[in-house]
């Protein structure tokens, strides 16, 4: 009848979020080779080879600074935004609802971070998380980064960045974009483009049961759930709600944090919490399915 996606929808505040979907995503990694255009081909070399042979590391990271605008705010792909559509007519009322919750602090101290690159405040701020899409740089790995000091020209430099992907955007359309793009900029014969994973955003309307199901959840056990239309990050949830056809709700009451950062927790609260909000979810769920009205 429905995906059910747990976890821990809780902010630092004690505040339960309920997000209706989620962005997608193209993962690559980048890589940058000696070869005839010039550079060392088969190993690092001395540094002081810089002088008169090209560093595959300085192309890795001109053509990454050829994709993003200097203030970090906008991606320079070609055709990168033809897709990009304006939030729907649900999404414009649970906007107007977060006008009047959401807190622009939270992510900051949450995050560790002492401003936004937009100056921007409330539900201004969200809108720009929510319905632009995004180039990140994962990391980047050449030649030498240990103790002390070696000279070194490296023969080979990588990166591992991502992009999100809001609706109506494709994957391939983006990764065909980011293609030609590196090769207008001259980096077709420079640089390698290997796609780890790429799929489209997913989204599960507010009057869906499985959603109506998580909300009455909240509230039966004293919680009001602030709804979002999505999350900025991103889970391959397409394949149910695209190739399956079938709705998704995500939650769970509990307080988690510092998601793919060192130290990455739960609270032993928050666990329990979240064990009866899942229970609780799908007794609420099963009472109003079809199949649920059919078991004794």
């Not at 936004?116 to 409330?122: A, E, N, S, V």
């Amino acid at each position: 009848d429905a995906v059910f996606f747990p976890w821990y929808s809780q902010d630092s505040s004690g505040k339960p979020i309920i997000y209706l979907g989620v962005k997608g995503m193209v993962s690559l990694e980048l890589v940058a080779r000696g070869g005839p255009w010039g550079g060392p081909t088969a190993h690092g070399i001395h540094g002081s080879h810089a002088v008169w042979f090209h560093s595959p590391t300085w192309v890795l990271v001109e053509a990454l600074a050829s994709m993003m605008s200097p203030d970090q705010k906008h991606v320079l792909i070609d055709g990168f935004y033809d897709r990009v559509e304006p939030p729907s007519a649900e999404d414009e009322s649970l906007l107007a609802r977060l006008a009047e919750t959401f807190d622009d602090r939270l992510p900051l101290q949450e995050n560790e971070v002492l401003r936004y690159k937009y100056d921007l405040r409330g539900v201004e701020l969200l809108r720009e998380y929510l319905y632009q899409p995004m180039l990140n740089i994962n990391g980047i790995a050449s030649g030498y980064i240990a103790e002390g000091i070696k000279a070194l020209l490296p023969h080979e430099a990588s990166a591992k960045v991502d992009f999100r992907l809001v609706p109506r955007m494709r994957p391939e359309e983006v990764v065909a974009g980011i293609k030609d793009h590196l090769a207008r900029q001259g980096y077709a014969d420079k640089i390698e483009v290997i796609v780890r994973q790429g799929y489209p955003w997913a989204k599960t309307g507010l009057n869906n049961s499985a959603t109506q199901a998580m909300i009455q959840t909240y509230r039966s056990l004293g919680y009001e759930p602030e709804i979002w239309p999505h999350i900025g990050a991103s889970v391959p949830l397409y394949l149910f709600t695209e190739v399956l056809g079938l709705p998704v709700v995500t939650g769970g009451l509990g307080h988690g944090g510092r998601l793919h950062s060192p130290n990455e927790y739960a609270t032993v609260a928050g666990m329990r919490l979240c064990e009866k909000s899942i229970a609780a979810f799908m007794a609420n769920f099963a009472a109003q399915s079809p199949v649920g009205e059919k078991v004794d």
